[in-house]
């Protein structure tokens, strides 16, 4: 079974633009998490979609954005973007969702993301 | 709010030694489950081992096994016959409605 695919592996991107970030969850997978990962901040939890719903979400900016389509792929967009969003961005995916779900989290290769 | 601290950022073992990660979270539920995930050189994250807060045995896969305290809200990491191949950033992680992380500890094997 195919793992978690996320596209693209690197970005770069000048302030002020948007950009938007894709992930293909394993399939049959129906959860997909987002986290920014930073050497300052660590791994930080951006959102979490479930059947094309947000379930749960961070204390990021509403800058940051996402959804969910139908087949469960997921994209994350940010919008005027700043130097400090230059950050790995992982996407996870997951049967379920949150609460007290059993389901672990699988993670992609990430997004490399470069703000200049 | 649910916090994941790992206190040690960086440990060294040598090869075919044991070494144990340290993990503290805090938290108010009593239900949730506990991860230790790694993450190489090559950024891909992998999961190392599981436990669910209501099963008081401690879980094991082959030479990595965790020391769940409930109590204590502890949950350290023991890798036993250490292998070069381990050596990676270590991060411990929450979940319940979702997911956090430690800081990681940053694992050197030395030959």
């Known amino acids: 079974k195919a793992g978690v695919t996320q596209t693209p592996r690197y970005l770069i991107k000048t302030r002020g633009q948007q950009v938007t970030l894709s992930c293909s969850p394993i399939?049959?997978?129906?959860?997909v998490s987002w986290y920014q990962q930073t050497p300052g901040q660590g791994l930080q939890f951006l959102f979490e979609?479930?059947?094309?719903?947000?379930?749960n979400k961070g204390n990021f900016p509403g800058r940051f954005s996402g959804r969910q389509f139908s087949n469960s792929r997921s994209e994350m967009n940010v919008s005027t973007l700043e130097l400090g969003d230059s950050a790995l961005y992982l996407c996870?995916?997951?049967?379920?969702?949150?609460?007290?779900?059993?389901?672990?989290?699988?993670f992609g290769p990430g997004t490399r993301l470069t703000v200049l | 709010a649910q916090t994941v601290t790992q206190s040690q950022p960086e440990m060294s073992v040598q090869e075919a030694e044991t070494v144990t990660l340290s993990c503290t979270y805090d938290?108010?539920?009593?239900?949730?489950?506990l991860f230790w995930y790694k993450q190489p050189p090559s950024r891909q994250m992998i999961l190392v081992i599981r436990q669910e807060a209501y099963k008081q045995q401690n879980a094991t896969e082959n030479r990595f096994s965790v020391n769940f305290q409930k109590a204590a809200k502890s949950f350290s990491l023991k890798i036993s016959d250490s292998q070069l191949g381990d050596a990676a950033m270590y991060f411990c992680?929450?979940?319940?409605?979702?997911?956090?992380f430690g800081a990681g500890t940053r694992l050197t094997v030395k030959p």
């Open positions: 996870a995916s997951s049967l379920t969702a949150g609460g007290f779900s059993t389901d672990t989290q699988y």
């Open positions: 399939s049959g997978h129906r959860s």
């Open positions: 979609y479930f059947s094309e719903t947000q379930r």
């Open positions: 992680a929450y979940r319940s409605n979702d997911m956090r």
């Open positions: 938290t108010s539920e009593s239900d949730y489950y």
